[in-house]
């Protein structure tokens, strides 16, 4: 089983639909991440989460929410979806400061999303 | 800010060509510095990396070097095969205060052809 998994993997949607994507791992990490993935873009990191109560707002938070559950566990929401969200989304994991990946992200496989 | 500036794409190579992908960095401070590889329908996993100047980073064949004379730490790889296909993405990791930012660059194609 996968350390870091995502669900749904592909979802298509209406626009001004709320969507939920949800990420949970079994890493042991506190840090957790929403990264967002267009073509030639590369990846632009949304918010990220260093503990169940720290939650902070990356390069492109507009029009996304989130929400750490708990430890394992971190969702993201799209209020009311537009079709420029359309991309590609994936959750990551990470270690303290000071340990021996420190620096390193662990991926998820990714959730597709297609808003019509 | 710090930044992160690959070579653009898409690179198609034959099975066992030499490889490179150049990747350039801006940084204030003393970063670590990463190659992560995306296989068609997956997710991102590391490759590569190194925490400080003049240390290589290897796996699957697969090298790369920090430069900090130059910025840089560009991917090589001396025979590739079609099984390298995927996207690379080099990224940067420097510490801001007491947690890390990892940033990335756009991301290379690379397609190996029989």
Same mark, same amino acid.
Not at chain 2, 104 to 110: N, Q
């Given at each position: 089983? !996968?350390?870091? &998994?995502?669900?749904?993997?592909? =979802?298509? &949607?209406?626009?001004?639909? =709320?969507? +939920?994507?949800?990420?949970?791992?079994?890493?042991?990490?506190?840090? +957790?991440?929403?990264?967002?993935?267009?073509?030639?873009?590369?990846?632009?990191?949304?918010?990220?989460? %260093?503990?169940?109560?720290?939650?902070?707002?990356?390069?492109?938070?507009?029009g996304?929410?989130?929400? =750490?559950? !708990?430890?394992?566990? %971190?969702?993201?929401?799209?209020?009311? !979806?537009?079709?420029?969200?359309?991309?590609?989304?994936?959750?990551? &994991?990470?270690?303290?400061?000071?340990?021996?990946?420190t620096?390193?992200? %662990? %991926?998820?496989?990714?959730?597709?999303?297609?808003?019509? | 800010?710090?930044?992160?500036?690959?070579?653009?794409?898409?690179?198609?190579?034959?099975?066992? @060509?030499?490889?490179?992908?150049n990747?350039?960095?801006t940084?204030?401070?003393?970063?670590?510095?990463?190659?992560?590889?995306?296989?068609?329908?997956? $997710?991102?996993?590391?490759?590569?990396?190194?925490?400080? @100047?003049?240390?290589?980073?290897?796996?699957?064949?697969?090298?790369?070097?920090?430069?900090?004379?130059?910025?840089s730490?560009?991917?090589?790889? $001396?025979?590739?095969?079609?099984?390298?296909?995927?996207?690379?993405?080099? @990224?940067?990791?420097?510490?801001?205060?007491?947690?890390?930012?990892?940033t990335?660059?756009? $991301?290379?194609?690379?397609?190996?052809?029989?």
């Open positions: 089983d !996968a350390d870091v &998994t995502q669900t749904p993997r592909n =979802r298509i &949607t209406k626009t001004g639909k =709320r969507i +939920m994507l949800e990420c949970s791992q079994t890493k042991g990490h506190d840090r +957790m991440y929403w990264y967002r993935q267009d073509p030639g873009l590369g990846l632009q990191l949304i918010y990220y989460s %260093f503990d169940v109560k720290d939650i902070n707002k990356g390069e492109i938070s507009d996304y929410s989130v929400s =750490r559950q !708990a430890q394992a566990k %971190f969702s993201l929401s799209l209020e009311s !979806a537009i079709p420029n969200q359309t991309a590609l989304y994936f959750c990551a &994991t990470s270690e303290p400061t000071g340990g021996p990946n620096g390193e992200l %662990f %991926f998820g496989e990714g959730s597709r999303l297609t808003v019509l | 800010g710090d930044s992160v500036t690959q070579m653009e794409g898409p690179v198609t190579l034959s099975e066992e @060509a030499f490889l490179t992908i990747c350039t960095y940084a204030t401070g003393y970063p670590s510095l990463f190659w992560y590889v995306q296989y068609p329908g997956e $997710g991102l996993q590391l490759l590569l990396k190194a925490t400080k @100047a003049d240390d290589k980073g290897s796996n699957k064949g697969f090298e790369a070097t920090y430069r900090k004379e130059t910025t730490f560009h991917l090589e790889k $001396g025979s590739v095969q079609v099984s390298d296909s995927a996207v690379y993405f080099c @990224a940067l990791s420097e510490r801001g205060g007491s947690n890390y930012k990892l990335f660059g756009k $991301g290379t194609l690379l397609t190996v052809n029989p």
